[in-house]
């Protein structure tokens, strides 16, 4: 069975940018969540989506926003990046009424 | 809100050694728990979880944990380690109900086990 895949790998952005992530779930699996790992600051909870509605927030700003499509794949968008953007964004996934999340490997910003 | 407090930020052990890493938690409610595993540059792998019924739990690569309500920890074990267990390892706590916390993991800050030969 698959697990939680990620793309890009990598991505370098100039502040100011867009970014764009994207997280495709475990089949069967309608929740995804997003993280930010950010050095010194530890892991720490986004976004979290649900049959295509967002459930949950995390403390930060409205530049960091996403959406869920009709297949549970999920997107990251941030918007106007800062340096402090820069850091590894992990999504997961989780099933109905589970409280289990399982990782994709992640995706690391750079803000140049 | 939930926190979670990791104890150690580093362990040293050698191979073949027993090994624990503390982690205590704090919440207003109820609370499912977890362990993760990172190796550099990767995800995060769940190593196990209590959700409910025995406290103590057995997870994937040789490791359990202990659910201590009354101390509010969940303390990982190994008893006997390799050098493929180097890795940093998270502890996590998610909200059992509904609320702001719901749906969320708070993490620790990790702490970074080095299994040395």
């Known amino acids: 069975e698959a697990g939680v895949t990620q793309s890009p790998t990598h991505l370098i952005k100039t502040r100011g940018q867009q970014a764009t992530l994207r997280c495709s779930p475990i089949?069967?699996?309608?929740?995804v969540y997003w993280y930010q790992q950010a050095l010194g600051l530890g892991l720490q909870f986004l976004l979290w989506?649900?049959?295509?509605?967002?459930?949950n927030r995390g403390n930060f700003p409205p530049r960091f926003s996403g959406r869920q499509f009709p297949n549970y794949s999920s997107e990251l968008n941030v918007n106007a990046l800062e340096l402090e953007d820069s850091a590894l964004y992990l999504c997961?996934?989780?099933?109905?009424?589970?409280?289990?999340?399982?990782f994709g490997p992640g995706t690391r910003l750079t803000v140049t | 809100a939930q926190s979670v407090t990791q104890l150690d930020s580093q362990v040293p052990v050698f191979e073949e050694a027993p090994v624990e890493l503390r982690c205590n938690y704090s919440?207003?409610?109820?609370?499912?728990l977890f362990w993760y595993v990172q190796y550099p540059n990767q995800g995060l792998q769940l190593l196990l979880k209590?959700?409910?019924?025995?406290?103590l739990v057995k997870g994937i690569n040789g490791f359990e944990a202990e659910f201590n309500k009354s101390q509010t920890s969940f303390h990982l074990r190994k008893p006997s380690v390799h050098i493929s267990d180097t890795a940093e390892y998270f502890c996590?706590?998610?909200?059992?109900?509904?609320?702001?916390?719901?749906?969320?993991?708070?993490f620790g800050q990790g702490t970074i086990l080095t299994v040395h030969p």
């Open positions: 997961a996934s989780g099933g109905p009424f589970s409280y289990e999340q399982y």
């Open positions: 989506y649900d049959e295509g509605e967002e459930r």
């Open positions: 089949s069967g699996h309608t929740s």
């Open positions: 209590y959700l409910s019924g025995s406290t």
């Open positions: 996590a706590v998610s909200a059992s109900g509904g609320g702001t916390s719901y749906g969320k993991l708070t």
């Open positions: 919440s207003s409610v109820s609370v499912y």
